[in-house]
């Protein structure tokens, strides 16, 4: 059988018997990996904390018929130690690797590895608030799969304006025409928030006041959650920005 290596991001992993673990990765050429490591769970292994949560590898894989199995793992980002040291950080973390184990393999690109491998970076770094890292995340992994939301006009008919009404399932923003009864209003500043989020303006980010990305923070968790058709459960435990 063949032997294959990738960049990969590791986003979860599961015990099995009892020195090994499945590794679920991204990887930049193959997607979604599924492999299993042998004896990563014992104090001797060589690479077992190269392949915990965050942690982005070069990995040499050997092809099986269900499950691949890890040969090698040569760290390129540590990020797991750095994420994990702030409460903030570790929470976006796991709500960022869990929206792209959402992806599926027609989604699962290069580009949703870059995007998810920067995120991670700059959590660990602390470039950002955590939160903003996050919601800037889940907007761009949205557009990256075919889900960009409407922002610049209506999503629904396509009328151009500064459009005061955000509903996840019509797309976005919606005019007032457009807008079912009782849908949420968006104050101006919060609209440009969402904007400089998906266009990765970062000054504007974090010169935003509390209130637009507390509101921001809401309407792209209900935007990505109603995309996905499931909950995102590590938005659960999240904290609001600020």
Known sequence: MPTYRDEV??????????????????????????????????????????????????????????LD?????????????????????????????ETADRLNEAEATAQQYLLLVGGLRALARGEHAARSVLDSYLLRAMALSGWAPGLEECARCGRPGDHESF????????????APVGAARIASPTASLLRALLRGDWDAVDHA???????????????????????????????GPG
């Open 69 to 97: 199995i890890v040969q090698q793992a040569e760290s390129l980002g540590a990020y797991g130690a750095d994420i994990a040291a702030h409460y903030d950080r570790y929470t976006s973390a796991h709500a960022m690797v």
């Open 209 to 239: 006041a509390a209130e637009s990305s507390a509101a921001a923070s809401g309407l792209i968790a209900a935007y990505a959650q109603w995309h996905l058709e499931r909950g995102i459960r590590s938005l659960a435990h999240v904290e």
């Open 167 to 178: 509903v996840a399932q019509l797309g976005g923003l919606v005019c007032l025409d457009c």
């Open 9 to 66: 991001v590791v986003l979860r992993t599961h015990k099995l018997g009892e020195a090994d673990r499945i590794v679920t990765m991204l990887g930049r050429r193959h997607g979604k990996i599924r492999a299993v490591a042998k004896g990563v769970r014992r104090t001797s292994s060589k690479f077992g904390a190269r392949l915990e949560p965050f942690m982005v590898a070069d990995v040499q894989l050997h092809q099986g018929r269900s």
